[in-house]
Structures are given as C-alpha cells and as structure tokens.
C-alpha cells in the first residue's frame, strides 16, 4: 500500500479541484493506500528567489510552509499535482511549489542529457479541472506536467485525470453534474493497479 501526498495549488474551497481531490483521495483510500492533501491555499509556499544558497550546501534561506512539507514529499511513494486551469497552465500557487523542489536538488555526477542533477522523488500523478471541454484545454498543462516534473526532476509518471467542462460563464462549481468525481474516483482506486 502506497503513501500518496496531494499538493493542491488553489481552487475555491468546496469548488471543482477540491471536489476532485476529495472523490480521488476516497477511491486511492478505498484501495487501502493514505492519502495526505496539502492546500496550498492554507500553507503559503513562496516561489524560489533563485540566490542559490542550496548550491552551496545551505538550507533553503526562506522560512515558509515547504520547510514543513519537504519531508513529506521524500517519504511519499506518490506525489499527486492538483490544480484549477488558469489561463491555459498550471496555478501560480503550484507553480510556486515546484519552484521549491530546486533546493531538494542532488548533485549528480553524470547526469543524463539536458539535465544537471537528481532528485529524491517517486511516483506522480496530475488532477486538474477546467471550465472549458476543448480537445486542447490541458495541452499546456499537460506538456509542463510531462517536461518538468517527469523528463525533468524525473517522477515516475502514474497518469493525469484532467476534468474539462466543470464551469459556466458565472464560475459556479458544476463538476458534481459530470461523470468526472467518479472519473476521479476511480483513477484514485486503480493507480496501482
Ligand atoms: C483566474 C482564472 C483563470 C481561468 N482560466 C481558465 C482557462 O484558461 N481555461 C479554462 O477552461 N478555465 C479557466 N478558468 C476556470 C477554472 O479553471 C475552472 O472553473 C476550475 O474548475 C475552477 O476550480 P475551483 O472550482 O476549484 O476553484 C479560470 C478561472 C480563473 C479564476
């Protein structure tokens, strides 16, 4: 059985991507996996300010919630992305706390092409929602998801549930009208199977 960490950047409280989390947090849980969700909402996690001071040996200089989080990310066998789609990517709260993995950076001395160094990670999985249904809604999204965190920081991808057509011109919440918080459920029951 599997120890998966939700890292959800953002969305309203009772809204889309809470409900998705929620309905895949009971389908991973009722294939006897834990399920730990951080809101990023309720944790504030800067972005990385770039000095550096990991590079050189020295804790991350910024005292904020990833401090707390970190080890939690190295102890999970899944780290699962969930994010509202904002403006075609990712939220800028999610954004900012991959932005952090930098300082949990390992030196590698023969790392593979186009990348510098290693990283203490496992599985992963992507759970997004959005108001629009297009073919190309998560394309962004999607492609940052596989780029950075699997080709790059190297997670072992376990797939993505993206649940388009969740919104109406107001923003009202309306994924408990689709089939997605099944959908969500189900990808939560089957990861690893
Ligand atoms: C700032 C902002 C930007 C958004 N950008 C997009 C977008 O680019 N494409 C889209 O389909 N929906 C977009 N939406 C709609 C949300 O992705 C959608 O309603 C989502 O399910 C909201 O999540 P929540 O209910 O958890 O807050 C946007 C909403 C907001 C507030």
């Not at 962004?140 to 991808?157: R, W």
């Amino acid at each position: 059985m599997k120890n998966i960490l939700v890292a959800k950047g953002g969305g309203r409280p009772k809204g889309n991507t809470a409900q998705i989390v929620s309905s895949f947090a009971e389908g991973a849980s009722s294939a006897g996996h834990t399920v730990e969700v951080i809101d990023l909402n309720k944790q504030e996690v800067n972005g990385c300010l770039g000095c550096n001071a990991c590079r050189f040996g020295k804790p991350c200089i910024q005292k904020d919630a990833f401090n707390g989080i970190s080890p939690k990310i190295l102890q999970a066998d899944c780290l699962v992305f969930a994010s509202p789609l904002y403006y075609w990517t990712i939220s800028s709260k999610l954004k900012a706390f991959i932005e952090r993995f930098y300082c949990l950076a390992i030196e590698d001395a023969d790392p593979p092409l186009g990348r510098y160094e290693s990283y203490p990670v496992h599985d992963s999985a992507l759970l997004m929602t959005a108001a629009d249904d297009f073919f190309w809604t998560f394309n962004q999204a999607a492609s940052y998801y596989q780029f950075a965190l699997v080709n790059y920081i190297g997670f072992k991808d376990r797939g993505m549930y993206l649940a388009g057509g969740c919104g109406d011109t107001n923003g009202k919440p309306c994924i408990a009208d689709t089939d997605h918080l099944a959908g969500a459920f189900t990808f939560g029951a089957n990861l690893y199977k």
